[in-house]
């Protein structure tokens, strides 16, 4: 089975130019829900972490099985999540049962702005956890980013479409630039939207969307990241 994280659709449709159309939902189930649960999109690297209990090896990947990881990301990553740490945290679970730590390497030298978050060095943002194919709850997730001295993404609140829209549009401060190195003026890149209690499509992924201060503030010149 593959842990390679699942691709989390726009919420809107685009026009020919590849604007937002906002009386457009992507997917007809994203107007069903009321309100949605938000978290801060970061700019950075996809990064997976696997981990079973009681094996001596804990491994890296990025986004594909093929994905270069920075060896200075890398290197930050195995400081991080040694196995011994990992066996106290996840104590209580079956042995060799798999566990998916899911978050964002970030930081000086990934991606044009990381540095931004942070200009010196680099660090990981946990934003979904997967124990024997079995999603977390966000409460989960960041119950388990404390217990391994981590941060998660930054939780934003729970929000209706409409309040997301006007947020996004707002061009809001990062929290984590903020958090990590007092940078005050960078912008937020977007949001992840998903449902409590978490629901499934038909195809079986979860219903989540994501929307980027980018989809408004290059649509203006014809620009779409």
Not at 60 to 64: E, H, K, L, Q
Not at 133 to 137: A, D, F, S, Y
């Given at each position: 089975m593959s842990t390679e994280y699942p691709k989390i659709e726009t919420v809107?449709?685009?026009d020919e130019s590849f604007n937002v159309i906002e009386n457009k939902l992507r997917l007809p189930e994203f107007n069903i829900i009321k309100t949605w649960q938000v978290t801060e999109k970061v700019d950075g690297t996809n990064i997976r972490i696997l981990y079973e209990k009681d094996c001596?090896?804990?491994e890296?990947?990025?986004?594909?099985d093929n994905a270069q990881i920075p060896s200075f990301l890398l290197k930050y990553l195995q400081q991080t999540f040694v196995a011994s740490k990992l066996n106290d945290v996840f104590a209580n679970l079956n042995q060799f049962q798999l566990v998916v730590l899911y978050g964002e390497g970030y930081g000086a030298k990934i991606q044009k702005g990381g540095?931004?978050?942070?200009?010196?060095?680099v660090s990981f943002r946990l934003f979904d956890v997967k124990i024997g194919?079995?999603?977390?709850?966000l409460e989960s997730v960041q119950d388990i980013a404390?217990?391994?001295?981590?941060?998660?993404?930054?939780?934003?609140?729970e929000y209706t479409l409409d309040n997301i829209v006007t947020l996004v549009k707002s061009e809001p401060i990062s929290i984590v630039a903020k958090e990590?190195?007092?940078?005050?003026?960078?912008?937020?890149?977007?949001?992840i939207a998903r449902t409590n209690p978490l629901l499934l499509r038909r195809n079986g992924s979860r219903l989540m969307w994501k929307l980027k201060v980018s989809d408004y503030k290059h649509a203006k010149s014809g620009i779409i990241k």
């Open positions: 809107f449709d685009r001596p090896n804990v890296f990947y990025g986004r594909t540095g931004n978050y942070r200009p010196k060095d194919g079995l999603w977390l709850t404390t217990k391994l001295g981590i941060k998660t993404v930054p939780y934003l609140g990590d190195s007092d940078n005050l003026n960078h912008i937020m890149e977007g949001v």
